[in-house]
């Protein structure tokens, strides 16, 4: 059974940093794209990162909102994600999902971990 | 702004056929996915590709594209389909993901 679970998410102070962290387990981690989508408060979701596997030089992209202020990485030998934010703004506040993808050209995700709330407030 | 347009919210008649639709430029050139996410819980995928159904997901669902718009169908609605729904693909660079804002599906 495939499962994404997130963790490190709480309450920071602006301008502060957070890391986030996805557990996968039940499928072959390094063999799949990992992406990280948030939802603010009451809002629609919005992409935000993700990564490609080594065997497509595990290279990133970014959202505009998020580019130069977010790292995404991964650990295959231990099939984990992360999505390490620095310079956290208010507007970062959301439940931040791990997914596993975009599986394609037209980047879907099959799986969704639970999520993990990150409240940026002083 | 993003760059994939849907209707805020739609209603259908319980068990009557509802269309939900998506609008974007890039939409010509990849396909869009559609994820439905009820409160509280995290989106599920109910359509990706041309018109493929992840295993679990009913029959009822299925998609459609035609030029720039893609169209999540629901056909015989049912009151456990009340949900938000959201398409995804491609931004017009290709490089990067973009979500619909969503629609919110009532189920009368």
């Known amino acids: 059974e495939v499962q994404l679970v997130e963790s490190g998410g709480g309450l920071v102070q602006p301008g502060r940093s957070l890391r986030l962290s996805c557990t996968a387990s039940g499928f072959t981690f390094g063999d799949y794209a990992m992406s990280w989508v948030r939802q603010a408060p009451g809002k629609g979701l919005e992409w935000v990162s993700f990564i490609r596997t080594k065997a497509y030089g595990g290279t990133t992209e970014y959202a505009a909102s998020v580019k130069g202020r977010f790292t995404i990485s991964r650990d295959d030998s231990k099939s984990i994600a992360y999505l390490q934010m620095n310079n956290l703004k208010a507007e970062d506040t959301a439940v931040y999902y791990c997914?596993?993808?975009?599986?394609?050209?037209?980047?879907?995700?099959?799986?969704w971990g639970q999520g993990t709330l990150v409240t940026v407030s002083s | 702004s993003s760059e994939l347009t849907q209707d805020p919210a739609v209603s259908v008649a319980l068990g009557q056929t509802v269309r939900i639709t998506c609008q974007g430029d890039s939409l010509s050139s990849y396909y869009a996915s559609w994820y439905q996410q009820k409160p509280g819980q995290a989106p599920v995928l109910v359509i990706y590709?041309?018109?493929n159904r992840p295993s679990g997901i009913p029959d009822r669902f299925s998609g459609s594209s035609s030029g720039n718009t893609a169209s999540l169908t629901i056909t015989g609605a049912q009151a456990e389909d009340e949900a938000d729904y959201y398409c995804?693909?491609?931004?017009?660079?290709?490089?990067?993901?973009?979500f619909g804002g969503g629609t919110k599906l009532t189920v009368l």
């Open positions: 997914t596993r993808g975009p599986r394609d050209s037209s980047g879907w995700s099959d799986y």
């Open positions: 590709g041309k018109n």
């Open positions: 995804n693909s491609r931004d017009s660079s290709g490089e990067h993901l973009v």
